[in-house]
């Protein structure tokens, strides 16, 4: 497996030199197969990851420094990156045939950052009208950028009193719908400061913005709900499954365990992504994961599963072991081989300079 590092600041460097990461042989077939490269989060060592395939089928692991990253969005030419303070936009740099260091089919470079201050954003999408919704989770709310302030409130849950920084809820997870908002996640229905904390073993919710309905409040620390193939998938991460969801019923379908507190899901055809971190002493305890994993006789995993949704089973995994024990957001980029990115720390920011090959107009035509 090749390791690409690029500009990290001196606790994502640390992080990288003592992390060991490894794969199942089927991985790098499967992102050529599938014509994909995936990308993933870690808040705690302040990482970006970018997965792709090499010539000669080898696995390339690029990691890039970003203080507290946090939700992702890609496609093949753009990823957003939610941080500690500001929320990044990065372009692809490369014309098309072009490649970096001779490996790399898209190189994306940092181009602009909406700074909101620290307010915990988590999970983000990308409207069709362009603009970024992402969830508040300091504020317990969705927002959007706003040219003047940190935020633009455009959502709250119906039990949170009002908007104070205070992470009532943990507000996390996000589930576009034809373009738009429309499911979200949170911890519990909590309306006092970090009420949440209190409340993570159960009554985690799934609310349908539509009509601020409470689908279900049986949930246990639930993430990254999504739509795929007309149906609702979240994680119930303070279980371990992978579920699908009854819009109506709030009913409950497993698919699969993994061993790991889940956060992030992205889907592929028949397959769905996860992102497995390995539970906290402190924070997760109590919650039945931890009952399950030793029902099983598993112990936690940190790292990526890719998940059969027929039949539940594994079809790859990339698993880090080390310093790297926490992830947050994963994503799939469609079309891309073997991806890399220029962190703001790195000492090349500065110096990645790039042009339009044509002169503009003077009169803006």
Not at 128 to 143: D, E, K, M, Q, W
Not at 269 to 280: D, E, F, K, T, W
Request: glycine share 8%; proline share 5%; aromatic share 8%.
């Amino acid at each position: 497996m090749s390791q690409s590092e690029t500009g990290k600041p001196a606790e994502a460097q640390d992080a990288a030199a003592k992390t060991e990461i490894t794969c199942s042989r089927g991985l790098a077939g499967w992102l050529v197969a599938n014509d994909v490269s995936l990308a993933f989060t870690s808040y705690q060592t302040g990482q970006l990851f970018l997965v792709g395939v090499q010539q000669g089928g080898i696995i390339s692991v690029n990691q890039i420094g970003f203080t507290r990253a946090m939700g992702l969005w890609a496609n093949h030419q753009r990823i957003y990156l939610a941080a500690l303070a500001q929320i990044w936009r990065l372009e692809n740099m490369l014309r098309p045939g072009e490649k970096a260091n001779q490996h790399f089919d898209r190189c994306y470079v940092p181009r602009n950052a909406q700074t909101t201050g620290d307010i915990d954003a988590h999970e983000l999408a990308v409207q069709p009208n362009g603009r970024v919704i992402f969830v508040n989770t300091s504020y317990s709310c969705l927002a959007e950028f706003d040219l003047t302030h940190s935020f633009r409130p455009i959502w709250k849950p119906p039990f949170i009193s009002k908007l104070a920084p205070e992470d009532r809820c943990h507000l996390n997870g996000l589930a576009m719908q034809e373009g738009k908002p429309r499911y979200v996640t949170a911890v519990c229905r909590s309306d006092i400061v970090n009420g949440w904390r209190d409340r993570r073993a159960e009554g985690g919710v799934l609310i349908d913005l539509k009509d601020d309905r409470i689908v279900t409040e049986k949930l246990s620390m639930p993430h990254s709900p999504r739509f795929h193939n007309n149906r609702l998938w979240l994680l119930d991460s303070g279980r371990g499954y992978l579920c699908k969801a009854d819009e109506k019923t709030g009913k409950l379908e497993e698919v699969a365990f993994l061993p790991g507190f889940l956060r992030g899901l992205a889907f592929h055809n028949n397959a769905a992504i996860v992102g497995l971190s390995l539970p906290r002493d402190k924070s997760f305890a109590g919650l039945q994961l931890d009952a399950n994993l030793k029902q099983k006789d598993a112990d936690p995993w940190c790292g990526v599963q890719i998940i059969d949704l027929r039949t539940g089973d594994v079809l790859q995994w990339l698993r880090l072991e080390g310093l790297v024990r926490e992830l947050f957001d994963v994503t799939v980029i469609p079309g891309v081989r073997c991806p890399m990115a220029v962190s703001p720390q790195a000492p090349e920011f500065a110096s990645t300079v790039t042009r339009v090959e044509q002169f503009g107009s003077l009169t803006g035509e």
